[in-house]
């Protein structure tokens, strides 16, 4: 078969043959085996993952339980009860004057309770400052603050300016049947 055939003629033929069993090779066994590796290699990064999320599973129940334990009590003067306790906290603590006693208003639809309370402070920048930063990051799971205002009035007595804070806090509940 090959006798006829000239050196360079047979190199071109064995090399069309190497050529040709490779991509025989490689479309029956090879791909296969490349396309399981990639498959086992995506499956390892997902278990590296589950357990990654598996180790904050705990603070994640820990959020939940905190989440629960801050809506636990339904009535909702607890809500204004607990943000009005807080603030006039720290405006004590702090040299901060509360003007305004919350306004409390609410809308109900068949699955949900929205209140909404305002809340009025007196004080320097960094108080008033520091108190909206501790609302929103202490009472979180308590009311959301929608609105945070600040101005500042002249006191026409003694001829200085003051400085106010004012902030909308709203807090949902999910009525159950």
Not at 22 to 50: N, P
Request: hydrophobic residues 35%; charged residues 30%.
């Amino acid at each position: 078969m090959f006798g006829n055939l000239k050196y360079k003629q047979k190199c071109y033929v064995l090399f069309a043959g190497l050529i040709l069993f490779l991509f025989v090779g490689y479309s029956f066994s090879f791909s296969d085996t490349f396309v399981l590796k990639s498959e086992i290699k995506e499956k390892e990064e997902k278990l590296l993952w589950l357990k990654d999320k598996e180790k904050e599973l705990p603070a994640l129940k820990a959020r939940m339980n905190e989440f629960e334990r801050a809506y636990s009590n339904k009535d909702s003067s607890a809500v204004r009860d607990k943000l009005t306790a807080f603030i006039s906290d720290y405006a004590e603590r702090n040299n901060c004057l509360v003007t305004e006693i919350p306004i409390n208003s609410s809308f109900k639809n068949d699955n949900l309770k929205v209140q909404t309370n305002s809340f009025t402070v007196k004080g320097n920048f960094h108080n008033l400052l520091s108190l909206l930063y501790k609302l929103e990051y202490e009472q979180k799971y308590i009311a959301k603050i929608m609105s945070a205002r600040f101005y500042t009035i002249k006191d026409l007595q003694t001829k200085k300016k003051n400085l106010y804070l004012t902030m909308i806090t709203q807090s949902f509940e999910q009525k159950t049947k």
